[in-house]
């Protein structure tokens, strides 16, 4: 059966912390702190962007089942932070994993959503036999307008799922999706920074997707919350997903394992990529997963997973979600800007 | 860098790509394509460094660099031996100006190395970093 046949994440080095950004704009940082339940977020380094993070995640994927860039037939890479506007990301990625010049590849933008969008494109050119194994990546590099309320939030980093049908360490036994017209986030052609709609956006947008694919693939599977032994939601803070999970009717023990925003922040694209690979490196044989993500705009896919008895030797062959956690040196605002080059 | 040079490089910046010389052993990268000492005897093949794990043979601090680098500053510039006799030039990226030190270990990671102009060309390719605790 189709699934995922290995995984790699990247997460730069570098964190800003809440009290930092908080200090520049004046604000309270303890009330920040509490209101979107995160403490500091990932940046990159002043070389890093969305293609270099995909390199460096779809590298670990590679290495973690030793596969032949060649075997791969297909890149997808999603994104709203592709460094080009015209010129395609993964064929940076195809080239430096050596997958070039026989196979498919393109970018995909859905805000945060891209790169579930990419892992079901995957599985239907692998179910259909149109490729042996595709990869598909969510990477971001992400910007908040100094001073916005997403400054706090925006952050960097992304995943790689190798699809196929062989060797698989998840099997994806069903996605499914949920998607509407929802103007809660955008940025236009040619702008430095999103808009949003503001705190209104929350209910038709976020929950309203997230729930809704959710159900939707429960009632496909006819399954209930406490069959799944880990929920992975789509983080743009750390209270959305629970409040999400909560509402879904799912418990602690199955949502907080994953739950990595309050360490590295919104990571856009690769938040339910990375949730996901968190929960991948901690899970046994058999264990059932849900994972949905959410991309403004507004769309959320949906996915059954259940863990093969193949999860135990791949996942020792890369590095694990902990180790980015672990590995972090401290900004100051000046820095960070310095970085991000916001200051010219 | 001009498009053609950089674009025939790709796979050599992107993956460490050099040559071999399969009659006395010898790796090059940047590639040759004779192997100075074998000359006609020599056989030249390609070569991957990507997997090697890299010394630091010396280093200096970038205190003021060219416009296109002038916002990177300070930046550490390494030599790193590859294999033996092997060598090149590369910044060293993850590691503080104070941590720095002649014979650490550094891996080849996969960054920006400079763009053509604001609206020009981006070149990546490889620099290199400390090894993690982990790894
Ligand atoms: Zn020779």
Redesign the interface.
Known sequence: MTGIVSYGVYVPKYRIKVEEIAKVWKEDPESIKKGLKVNQKSAPGQDEDTATIAVEAARNAIKRQEISGEEIEAIYVGSESHPYAVKPTATIVAEAIKATPNLTAADYEFACKAGTAGIQNCMGLVNSDMAKMGMAIGADVSQGAPGDALEYTAGSGGAAYIIGKEDVIAKIKKTTSYTTDTPDFWRREGERYPRHGGRFTGKPGYFSHVIGATKSLMDKMDTEPNEYDYAVFHQPNGKFPVRAAKKLGFNKKQYQDCLVVNKIGNTYSGSTLIGLASVLDESSPGDKIIATSYGSGAGSDSFHIEVTSKIKEVREKGPKVNYFLEESKYLSYGEYARNKEKVR | MNIPRFWRK??NR??LMGTKCENCGQTYFPPRNICPNCRREGEIVEHSFEDEIGELITYTIIRSAAEDHE??TPYILGIIELEENTRLTS?I??C?IEDVEIGMKLKP?????GEQSKDGL?F?GV?FSPI????
């Open positions: 790709i796979n992107y993956n916002k990177e910044q990226v993850n503080e990671v996969f960054r920006k190395l981006l990546y620099k993690g605790k982990e790894e």
